[in-house]
């Protein structure tokens, strides 16, 4: 699940690749950057109120960290949720 995580990353930096840089991760320990602190901090807590949890990481990464039982189908509605969020920004 980590590399499909990973890859749905990966689509969201090309898509963004003006907002979302160094798309990265190791498992399901995965993260991207912002380009800078209030993008991210207004990124996150849009993220927030959809109803997902996401946490900060440094100075502008955003980072994932799914339970262990995460499905594709989670990811991909987790991933909706923050292309959502990118698109209010």
Known sequence: QGEYLLNKLYALQDKYSGTI?????????????????????????????EGALILGSGTKALRFRPHLTVTKDDIDKGIDIVEKALLDL
């Open 21 to 49: 840089s160094n798309a990265r991760g190791k498992g399901l320990m995965c993260a991207f950057d912002l380009p800078d602190t209030g993008t991210r901090d207004k990124l996150m807590q849009t993220i927030w109120k």
